[in-house]
């Protein structure tokens, strides 16, 4: 079974069906994908998650409690796995931000598919431009 890294941003997007601007038909691919493949996630991914549902729901009021049910079902019904890194390595993760200039939890995704050889799912377009700079594969 192949696998992939999985950004956030993907999988936040499933939260919000039928929104135009996050239920996109890459998000759908990526979702499809996981039929078949596992993702293999840094240890940032479920405090993003669990981040994106709290202002979506406290401060944005763009979901209902009904929703985040449903979606927390489909996240704990799919292949993800969280891989974990050492203290001082994800410390590290600065360097990478740094050279990219992104966020230290955005480099863990660019961090861990290039240490896996794994195609990074994402839609945050630096991201996406740093594993181009770096050689990454993403998933089309």
């Known amino acids: 079974m192949a696998a992939f890294v999985l950004d956030a ?3 936040i ?3 919000f069906p039928g929104d135009p601007t996050e239920d996109t038909p890459y998000s759908r691919n990526v979702l499809k994908a996981l039929a078949s493949n596992d993702a ?3 240890e940032i991914w479920p405090f993003e998650v669990a981040n ?3 202002v ?3 401060k944005r009021k763009r979901i209902t409690e009904k929703q985040i049910q449903e979606y927390l079902s489909l996240l704990m019904a799919l292949p993800i796995r969280v891989e974990p890194q050492s ?3 994800n410390i590290g993760l600065q360097s990478l931000a ?3 200039d992104l966020a230290a939890y955005d480099a863990a995704y660019l961090d861990l598919a290039a240490r896996t050889g794994l195609a990074l799912a994402t839609v945050d377009g630096p991201l996406k431009q740093a594993a181009l700079a770096e050689r990454i594969t993403l998933l089309s």
Do not use: K, N, Q, T
Request: one cysteine or more.
């Open 40 to 42: 293999l996630v840094p």
């Open 56 to 58: 979506s729901y406290s």
């Open 98 to 100: 740094r050279r990219h």
């Open 13 to 15: 997007s499933w939260c």
């Open 9 to 11: 941003s993907v999988a």
């Open 87 to 89: 203290l001082w390595a």
């Open 52 to 54: 994106a549902i709290f």
